[in-house]
């Protein structure tokens, strides 16, 4: 599994590399971050080892089983997963750097309280359901400056971008619509010039779909699958928490 790992992450390195040439960039600009959903410490471990310094759990419980394991292996932990305000003292409490699924104002205004009773502060990703899909979560396109504007007025939430989970088709370009649609929205935000908001990071892209991500303007592509190998769950598992219950 190790060999496959470490193969898998090579092959991940130089389809970033080589979608980063045609689309003109450099593939210093695209950030490769490792979705460990369901993965054992072990095996995120030989990522970690391995020159990967960026992972993402889409389950508090999972960051919580993990944490103990890799917490002296230097690297930054994200969450991607759909975030309820009761969990919020976890996601501190296990070294979460950045919110990438900060999608409404009741979670913004939670969550800075807390980081004031600590004195912290954290990184955020407003997430924008650039799919439109009622399956998931973000902000509608719509709604998505007023809420990034809302956001920064807590001076404990550090704006740094935006965050969609792009359509999930075999069509390219209904996918590209979607991070087009990301994209313009970065491109507004950055011309109301707003306080405390620094849109410097798109995080759109998987496995299947991360080249037309980055040709589009990723600077984070999440990448689980094709490293790891296929998941033993839907990704309702992952995408839905919560969701109509």
């Not at 619509?177 to 970065?186: D, G, M, V």
Request: glycine fraction near 6%; proline fraction near 1%; aromatic fraction near 4%.
């Amino acid at each position: 599994m190790k060999e496959n790992i470490l193969l898998n992450l090579e092959t991940i390195r130089q389809r970033i590399q080589k979608a980063c040439e045609k689309a003109g960039r450099r593939h210093q600009e695209v950030k490769l971050l490792l979705a460990t959903k369901t993965v054992s410490a072990e095996h995120i471990k030989t990522a970690l080892e391995n020159g990967t310094t960026l992972i993402a759990e889409n389950k508090v419980q999972e960051l919580k089983e993990k944490y103990d394991a890799l917490k002296d292996i230097p690297h930054e932990n994200h969450f991607i997963g759909h975030l309820q305000t009761n969990k919020i003292k976890d996601i501190l409490k296990y070294d979460v750097v950045c919110v990438q699924s900060l999608d409404r104002l009741d979670l913004a205004e939670k969550l800075h309280q807390r980081l004031l009773s600590e004195g912290k502060t954290i990184e955020v990703l407003i997430q924008v359901n650039t799919s439109q899909e009622e399956s998931k979560f973000g902000v509608h396109p719509d709604n998505a400056v007023e809420l990034t504007r809302k956001v920064s007025e807590f001076s404990t939430l550090k704006v740094k971008g935006l965050m969609t989970i792009g359509l999930f088709s075999a069509e390219t370009e209904k996918v590209r619509t979607c991070f087009k649609i990301l994209k313009n929205l970065q491109q507004e935000i950055i011309l109301q010039n707003i306080a405390n908001v620094d849109m410097k990071d798109l995080s759109m892209g998987m496995s299947g779909d991360l080249e037309t991500a980055i040709e589009e303007g990723a600077t984070i592509v999440r990448v689980g699958t094709a490293v790891f190998g296929a998941r033993m769950y839907p990704d309702s598992f992952y995408w839905n928490e919560g969701k109509g219950v």
